[in-house]
């Protein structure tokens, strides 16, 4: 079946750094793919979605300058954690939707722990 | 604003036993999904639901959605300890496209011995 990657899994950083996590779609182009965040104990929130070709849209709250996301082609995006602080310590997980069969393909996640 | 309620949050079963997870959304949505959660993992795909009466089966889980009472259920029968888990319902929040998904907060369940 159609998968979804994610590096690195786990990662802690200290506070004031930027973290880059990337996620691929491994065998079917997205030119749309979506980051999650999942807090402890707690639902996923949907972030932003990525757009190949264009600006990432960011949901209400989710501050753009700080969650930098780049769509670098149909099977990579990223999100990068800028100027990281400990209430960003979150799991990230990111998705890509394949339209052929309605799925919506989910990655492994990366643990982000901000010290 | 697509809301996403599910019940019950918790569930504790005895094997064998069946129930049912219910999941209510707010306005019309194209497509309903169910997850499945382990611990420290990511998001299994359990169903996708895309119209009005579907119903589908895996095993001792299935799902099925009513679109015009906004509501899916996610019946279990006769439980094992491999379904403890979170279970997930999930709805797109954009009409005409996939994937924006609007999450409910997740049933936990623990089957008993």
């Known amino acids: 079946g159609a998968v979804v990657s994610q590096h690195p899994s786990w990662v802690i950083c200290k506070s004031g750094t930027s973290v880059k996590i990337e996620c691929r779609s491994l065998?079917?182009?997205?030119?749309?793919m979506f980051w999650y965040r999942q807090f402890p104990k707690q639902s996923l929130m949907l972030m932003a979605t990525s757009n190949e070709g264009s600006k990432a849209t960011y949901e209400q709250g989710v501050e753009k300058d700080k969650f930098l996301i780049n769509h670098a082609s149909l099977t990579l995006s990223t999100l990068t954690v800028t100027s990281a602080h400990p209430e960003d310590s979150s799991f990230y997980i990111c998705s890509a939707p394949r339209v052929t069969n309605y799925e919506q393909y989910f990655g492994p996640g990366t643990r982000l722990t901000v010290t | 604003e697509l809301k996403v309620e599910q019940n019950p949050l918790f569930l504790s079963m005895q094997e064998g036993k069946n129930y049912t997870i219910y999941c209510n959304y707010s306005?019309?949505?194209?497509?309903l999904y169910w997850y499945r959660q382990d611990p420290g993992k990511s998001l299994e795909s359990l169903f996708v639901?895309?119209?009005?009466?579907a119903v589908k089966q895996e095993g001792r889980l299935m799902a099925s959605l009513d679109t015009k009472a906004r509501l899916s259920t996610l019946h279990i029968t006769a439980a094992v300890h491999d379904l403890s888990a979170t279970y997930f319902c999930a709805v797109d929040s954009v009409k005409g496209s996939q994937g924006n998904l609007i999450f409910g907060k997740g049933t936990k369940l623990s089957v008993k011995p």
């Open positions: 065998d079917f182009q997205a030119t749309t």
């Open positions: 306005t019309t949505s194209d497509r």
């Open positions: 639901l895309l119209s009005n009466g």
